[in-house]
């Protein structure tokens, strides 16, 4: 039986690391995730964990790369100025298929930005982030208590397919208290063996090499051709979402993290007032939930994308609904957080263009 | 002669000299006379001799030297330009019982990865670097580094490095050794046979005192890049003494009594 905990995101997800058997964390402070850090240099080294605050980001993603290719569950956050510093080596990560977890929470940009809680980093986490073809798993929480039990999922993602997993979450998320019930979990069902990890090297095997170096056009044909192979299995078997009063909608709002809470109460207020709306929460934002708001857009009069950016997640969705049906989209950015009120008065304005009789083929 | 006779005579003979396990049976890529592939084997041997194959993981980043680990038969990461050390230090705080050493370059540890260099061996880390001077980028095609000396042509300082527009020559194995997190700090060189056995005893020592947790361990190697200085190997060897040896002397900067 386990006992509700009322924590702050941050330092649930710091909690949920250490009960997931992470070996080691090595990050630098930003703000609004520096919890994570303190938490873990606390209550994580008590535990056993090996915590190290590195001189930057830059060399907190190459220690990770180091750490993970050692075969080490290991795991990295920060906020976004940060996470942009670690797109090269993400990059590497990805190549070289490294399993390893990277938090973003993120706040408001472009530059320095604001430390409120934004989604402007939604593009860069989704499309890859650095430099050639690859994608990170991306898990989108929405509360406190997903805050910790995407740890979990996030490691074991992150193993099965040997790829770089990170949760996204707004800012607000790592800073909002709630409360948290912790999953039993035992590490050693979760963390499989890592013959390919360097160790040192037996007389009984070739030297295991960690490296995303492939000089030879075709040989790095070959390579990319594989991880492609592994992004189509992760979109086939890993997509994951919330549908709510999805069933009889004849409008639809797409919105994840903070915003879909938003919009949750949103739903429910048009709900009172006689609109039937439903609401899709992609809970993985890479691999994207096209197909199930695909078939839903089929039926609907008009879709609405709430995001706190200048619109980014709205392209996936755009691209998912393929025409079917309208897509409009509402977003606040610089760290403002949209109201309820707001989207319902978007979703007014959807449904006033766009009565729910019109046929889909006039748009 | 039929073969059985070679081999007969083969059998009478004492062996020397040969490939230590520890270095694949693979002609190194490097051009003739380049210092790399001799640093390659020096620490190739240090590591056979020394027994500590099964325990040993190298970290080699970009540079000529990233493909390391086609050569030395260990458990080898790549690294990004400029992170090996970040990366040794992730090795090493995971598996701090296994002996970890990075490779890299002047470009690689005195430029891109300053940072990295300065922390890591703030930090003292219980890893050896090994930095291999030879005072251009050569991978990349002959370019100025950060310890390419005043007046040297390369492609990108045409008429000679000027201390108006790049600077002066970096000394970063003198400014590792002000760190207390260094415990031994050298400058070696490949240019002899005898310097070869003075590199291998300093990489000796470096494994050994690693393996008691000193602190982090920095051994340059002032070598040379014949094809990026436009000379012959021989040549070559004979303008790093002129004209390294006096920025960069040989002999150690920071040594345990
Ligand atoms: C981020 C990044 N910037 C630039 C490069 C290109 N690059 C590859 S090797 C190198 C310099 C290598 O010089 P050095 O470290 O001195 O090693 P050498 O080749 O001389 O042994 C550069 C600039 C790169 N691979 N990655
Ligand atoms: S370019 Fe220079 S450093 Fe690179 S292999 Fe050739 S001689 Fe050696």
Redesign the interface.
Known sequence: MNDFRLMKGNEALAEAAISAGC??Y?GYPITPQSEILEYLTDEGRRRGM?V?Q???E???I???????????R?MTSSSSPGISLMQ??LS?IAS?ELPCLVVNVNRGGPGLGTIQPAQGDYFQATKGGGHGDYHLIVLAPSSVQEMAEFVYDGFDLADRYRNPVMILADGALGQMMEKVEFPEYRVEDHVPPKPWA??????ERP???????HIQPEKMEQINLRLQEKYRVIESREVRYEAIHTDDAEYLIVAYGLVARIAHKAVEVARAEGIRVGLIRPITLYPFPSGPIRSIAKKVAGVLTVEMNAGQMVEDVRLAVNGKAPVSFYGRMGGVIPAPEEIVRELKTLAAAHPHAQPAETY | MGQDVVDAALEQMECVYARPDTLTDTRFHYCPGCGHSVVHRVIMEVVQEAGI?????G?APVGCS??A?NY?????????HG?AS??????????PD?FVFSYQGDGDLAAIGT??T??TCNRGENILMVFVNNAIYGMTGGQMAPTTLLGMKTSTSPAGRTVETAGFPLKITEMVAMLPGTYYVTRQSVHTPNAVRQLKKAITKSFQYQKERKGTCFIEVVSNCPSGWKMTPVQSNAWLVENMFPLYPPGDIKAPK
């Open positions: 070996r080691a090595f090996i190290l590195a001189e930057s830059v060399a907190a190459n220690m990770i790369y180091g750490a993970a290719g050692a075969g080490a290991v090269e080596g590497y070289a360097t160790v040192g090297k037996p007389p030297a295991n090499i960690i490296t995303s170096l | 194959r099964e325990q040993t993981i970290v990233v493909f680990y030395m038969d260990v458990d080898m990461q790549e690294a990004a992170r970040a990366v040794a230090t992730g090795i090493k705080r995971v598996l296994r940072a990295e300065i922390h």
